[in-house]
């Protein structure tokens, strides 16, 4: 008996065949009827006589295959044209339906199956001739045949090329095609789904089509109900998984990050920082400054926020959690503003801190802008001082500009507008502001001595010129 495609679970192509050469195709065969003797069954029908034919195929199943889509389990092929088949049923059935098409001697086949025969299998031995006992022959005990298995067990699992995975079950198996999605599902090592594309049932085995695995990945192929076998057994209820690895020809695993080393004395700084202002109605501006921090190895504490409005002194600290994603504050008038970020972590240390600031410019309704919006950072090295919040002694302690609030990734961001920044100026970053101020005093003497000197000079040829 030849091997053949049991079910296809996605599709078959066989009616898709038949309506573009209907025209063409053999008449549909009728008058089928079928008789078994024990496993021997024989199949007769009427001749197709619309065209030469070349052979028959006599399909059987264990289900109707009228009123199951066409569905077959196996089939057989006559020698020439003729209209009687015996063939042996299979051992694990008790009855089979049997319809048939005629394919022409072009090589075109039956349309449809438009009818079938029933017939009972009995797969009882044929009983033989027990010779007569003799006075001094011993009685012999009689075995009793195994039961039928009362599961289907998923014997093995295994990977064939970068799409493809075969499991082999126990005995044949089954399953309705609607529901064959919600029986069999893939998945990794992180719950990932390996996408399925089809699976092919033959007997039992079953092929699996997916997407291209990943090299070296675990899987889990899992079957769960409909999934059953031939003669209604359920799966067994612990042998229905196995673990498979992806081929060695799939895709390549994504590169992994590399993880951060923890250094107790010296926590990371935040980085990707953005500082982003916004004018408000009132003429005073909405402050956003957004960031990202490496917390993998979940050694930080927390966010540790200054403000400034003079870039020397600082107003006292917010301590924020460390899982948020930037602050935002309102209400901030005209005028340099800076922003000092540090974090903090588990054993009390603090990071050297990013600070950004940012030259508001006045805006009047009818005038616009009066003066250039810029921005500018300072590198960790330079001294800033900070207020001393337990000295009582110390007055005219500045207070924090605006409130902060946290924004975390389930905070809605509006669209940051009212503001060009392309005509923002951008501040050179690596010049501390003692070296500016130095840089400015030196080129103002600079400058008095020489207008000092064009004065003498002046005055010295005025008297030269009165001699």
């Known amino acids: 008996m030849r091997n053949k495609l049991k079910i296809i679970c996605t599709l078959t192509l066989l009616s898709a065949v038949g309506n573009v050469l209907a025209a063409a195709s053999p008449s549909a065969v009728e008058g089928i009827s079928a008789s078994a003797t024990h496993s021997e069954v024989t199949v007769t029908w009427d001749s197709v006589t619309s065209d030469p034919i070349a052979y028959y195929r006599v399909y059987y199943s264990a289900q109707s295959i009228l009123e199951n889509n066409g569905l077959f389990d196996d089939f057989e092929t006559t020698e020439g044209n003729e209209t009687t088949l015996t063939f042996s049923a299979p051992s694990d059935v008790d009855e089979l339906f049997i319809a048939a098409i005629a394919v022409s001697e072009e090589g075109l086949e039956s349309e449809f199956f438009t009818t079938e ?48 995975i075969v499991t082999t079950f126990s005995s044949p198996i089954t399953v309705e095609e609607a529901r064959a999605p919600e029986g069999l599902k893939i998945e990794n090592a992180k719950g990932e789904l390996l996408h399925i594309k089809s699976i092919t049932i033959d007997r039992s085995t079953i092929t699996i089509t997916t997407v291209v695995q990943t090299k070296g990945a675990v899987y ?18 612990s042998d229905r998984a196995a673990l498979v690895s992806g081929h060695s020809e799939g895709k390549e695993p994504p590169a992994k990050d590399p993880a951060r080393v923890v250094d107790p004395v010296s926590p990371p700084d935040i980085t ?20 990202t921090v490496d917390n993998t190895p979940r050694d930080l504490y927390g966010i540790i926020v200054y403000q400034t409005r003079d870039g020397q002194t600082f107003g006292p600290p917010s301590l924020l959690p460390i899982d948020i994603g930037g602050v935002q504050l309102q209400n901030v008038t005209p005028g340099f503003f800076g922003l000092y970020i540090q ?55 500045p207070e924090n500009i605006a409130t902060i609030e946290v924004i975390t990734k389930d905070t809605p961001l509006q669209k940051i507008e009212g503001v060009d920044h392309s005509a923002a100026v951008e501040e050179f970053n690596g010049i501390h502001w003692q070296n500016a101020a130095i840089l400015a005093g030196g080129s103002s003497i600079v400058i008095l001595i020489i207008i000092s000197a064009f004065i003498f000079l002046s005055k010295h040829n005025t008297s030269s010129s009165l001699v």
């Not at 090295?381 to 302690?397: A, G």
């Open 117 to 164: 025969a029933y017939v009972e299998i009995s797969n009882t031995p044929v009983p033989t001739a027990i010779p007569t006992p003799t006075p001094t022959a011993q009685p012999t005990n009689t075995l009793p045949t195994p039961s039928e298995e009362q599961s289907v067990r998923l014997l093995k699992a295994e990977v064939t090329s970068p799409t493809t």
């Open 220 to 237: 889990n192929v899992q079957f769960s109900e409909p999934f059953m076998g031939k003669n209604g057994q359920a799966l067994d209820a």
């Open 272 to 291: 990707d920082v953005q500082l982003v202002p916004q004018i408000q109605e009132n003429g005073g501006y909405t402050v956003t400054m957004e960031w």
């Open 343 to 397: 974090t903090i972590n588990t054993y009390g240390y603090v990071s050297p801190g990013i600070f950004q600031y940012t030259n508001l410019p006045q805006y009047i309704p009818g005038y616009g802008f009066q003066g250039d919006l810029t921005f500018g950072s300072m590198d960790s090295e330079r001294k800033i001082l900070f207020n001393d919040m337990n000295n009582n002694e110390k007055e005219d302690v």
